[in-house]
Each structure stands twice: as C-alpha cells, then as structure tokens.
C-alpha cells in the first residue's frame, strides 16, 4: 500500500472514530429530541374518566397532537398533579406501543378503545426505562397520569374516557370489566 493511500485511510478511521465519539450517548443510547417543547405549547381539553363505582374523575390534559408531540409526551417534565393527564389521541384505532424514555416521573397509563373503554391499566411504568408497554388489541387513546393516581381514584380496566369537548366516544357500549 503506497504512503498516500495510508494517510488516507488512517484519516478516514480517524475520522470516523472522531464521528462515533461525538455521536455516542453513553446514557442507553437514548438521545433528547432537537426540540423539547414546553407543555404550555400542547393543546389542552377536559377529560373525564367514569368508573364502574358511579364515580366520574374530571382532568386537565394536555393533548399529543401532531407525531412530534406524541413522540415526545412527557418527556423531559419533572412533575405533574393528580388532576392532570397527557393524552394521545389516534383517529384510527391502532396497535401503540409506549416507552418511558427520557420520562422523568413514574406514570400511570391507560390504554382506551374506540368506545372510551379502559382495555389496559399499566401502573408505575418506571421513569427511563426502554421497555415496551402496550395492551393486546387496538386503541383509540392512551391517557398519562401520575403515577398513583389510577389506584388512588379507583380507576381500572372497564371504566371509560370520554372527552366532553369533541364529544368522544360518539358511540359507546357497555365496557367490560376487568376478569
């Protein structure tokens, strides 16, 4: 191999080396979005979660609109209150699947139906973890809570969400309960 040619390629190694360091992330390979947006830049709405005991939980959600948002959710937010929820609404109802990436507090989440039915409760989805959390069949929406919060309101698997302001879910029927 002729002197040039190794120059050459002792450059590019270097090059890539140099390329790979300032690209690792070191923390899980998770890397912060190129734009963190503040809540106050998500739409807000009512829901209202009604349980199975009668009870009818009235929050204030921030709402995932657009796919940015939904890949962001809350990511990055140091705390919220009981009466507070993220939501992310799907116009088709769809396989979705959740992870905590970058998410700083424990949650709650509940994955709903085309009716509103709660079919999946994850509770204390733990903060940082890369682990995949979805329920079995299609969901019109997923809800975030504060960790604690569906135990502490008695919310479970057969209680419904309803958004009053775009009157969802327009057709509803009976939600199982959990077996």
């Known amino acids: 191999m002729s002197a040039s040619l190794k120059r050459g390629f002792r450059i590019a190694v270097l090059a ?8 690792t992330d070191t923390s899980r390979g998770a890397e912060a979005p190129d734009t963190i947006l503040p809540l106050s830049a998500f739409p807000r709405e009512t829901i209202a979660i009604e349980t199975r005991s009668a009870r009818r939980h009235v929050l204030e ?8 948002m939904r890949t962001q959710g809350l990511m990055f937010v140091e705390d919220i209150r009981a009466d507070q929820a993220m939501i992310f609404v799907y116009q088709t109802p769809q396989s979705v699947d959740m ?3 970058n998410t700083l507090l424990p949650l709650d989440m509940l994955f709903a139906d085309a009716y509103g039915c709660i079919v999946k409760l994850h ?3 733990r903060p940082g973890s890369l682990a995949t959390i979805r329920a079995d069949v299609p ?3 997923v809800v975030e809570l504060k960790a604690g919060t569906a135990r502490t309101l008695g919310i479970g698997v057969g209680d419904r969400v309803t958004r009053p302001s775009t009157d969802w879910p327009r ?4 939600c199982a309960p959990s077996p």
């Open 61 to 68: 959600a921030w709402r995932a609109a657009t796919p940015e």
């Open 139 to 141: 969901v019109a929406l």
């Open 99 to 101: 992870w905590m990436k």
């Open 16 to 23: 890539l080396l140099s390329f790979a360091a300032v690209h």
């Open 123 to 125: 509770e204390q989805a």
């Open 171 to 174: 057709d509803a029927r009976p």
